[in-house]
């Protein structure tokens, strides 16, 4: 049995519909990924699966639980992280973890958290004096000192300079390792990429696909591009006889070549069999943002819920 399965999720707010019946599952020891642009609905879903927002229809079960009827009991076994978690200005680090530990019966160790997430020399600071990074990774603290079997994290990295976010994936690599169960919501397609086993893409409510970011790409078969200085001009037609290539274009001395399957070999024999050399080559890959701009249609992050 999936520990969290969603079938038909419905929301509306008004007469905006920002949940339009999604379904998916997620395994046990899984990292789960809800990609999409801002708007699309995955901040509502994700409220809606942890019992903070009442849902206008479909079911929703988390560890077999009804989120709306079992809440204190969902409670203690998912750790939540919020987009946007807010604590008391003058509550320090330490007290909040404090507070936090003692709703559990056998919570986590409060001084490793802060120490893996570089906030132990900030036990004594006080809440309204944290920057937002700092607020960000104290409320992952938050969401993890209960042990839990899943935990849920809103825009984990929001906020976070380059070195505190690869500490913060590090750690969500740690804790799937420990057997926890992760659901990660997040527009950042190198986070999604890195950490996630699977991914729902949402766009205007809906589930667009569901799938491993490697075959999300390989669903749009996005071009590969090579870049490169050649030792000699190269008519274009030597290059587009090649079955591997799509497109040649030539610009002040530089060459790119689009092309699908191994075109990298197909360009550089050829080039070798003519003796031409080529200089600062490079090349670019499908990534999972090509595949979030093609089955989305977007380029650009909206707004809303």
């Known amino acids: 049995m999936p520990v969290i399965e969603v079938r038909d999720l419905h929301k509306r707010y008004g ?94 160790d409060g001084d490793e958290l802060l120490d893996r997430l570089g906030l132990a020399a900030r036990r004594r600071t006080r809440f309204g004096a944290l920057s937002g990074g700092q607020q960000q990774r ?21 906020g976070l300079d380059p ?10 690599e740690q804790i799937r390792a420990e057997g926890v169960t992760v659901l990660l919501v997040t527009h950042v397609m190198e986070e999604a990429e ?45 290059l587009l006889a ?7 274009e030539q610009r002040d001395g530089r060459v790119e070549v689009s092309g699908t399957g191994d075109v990298l070999a197909a360009v550089t024999s050829t080039l070798a069999r003519r003796r031409i050399v080529v200089a600062e080559l490079r090349i670019t890959q499908a990534r999972l943002d090509d595949a979030f701009v093609a089955l989305t249609g977007t380029t650009e992050e909206g707004t809303g819920a």
């Open 15 to 108: 007469d905006h519909v920002a949940v339009h019946d999604v379904s998916f599952a997620v395994e046990e020891g899984e990292i789960f990924g809800i990609l999409g642009p801002n708007g699309a609905g995955k901040t509502t879903t994700v409220e809606c699966i942890e019992g903070l927002r009442t849902p206008d229809g479909g079911t929703i079960r988390v560890l077999g639980l009804d989120p709306q009827r079992d809440g204190d009991e969902l409670r203690r076994a998912v750790g939540v992280q919020l987009q946007d978690s807010k604590l008391p200005e003058r509550m320090t680090v330490g007290e909040a973890v404090a507070l936090y530990a003692s709703f559990h019966p056998d919570p986590a």
């Open 242 to 248: 090649l079955p591997e290539v799509t497109a040649v």
């Open 194 to 238: 890195r950490l996630c086993d699977r991914i729902a893409l949402i766009d205007a409510g809906r589930v667009v696909a569901i799938d491993s970011p490697a075959g999300l790409v390989e669903r749009v078969q996005a071009p590969q591009r090579i870049r490169f200085h050649p030792s000699e001009p190269i008519p274009d037609a030597l």
């Open 163 to 172: 070195r505190s976010r690869r500490r913060t994936w590090e750690l969500v």
């Open 138 to 158: 104290l409320a992952i603290v938050l969401a993890l000192i209960g042990r839990p079997r899943i935990a849920v994290l809103d825009e984990l990295t929001t």
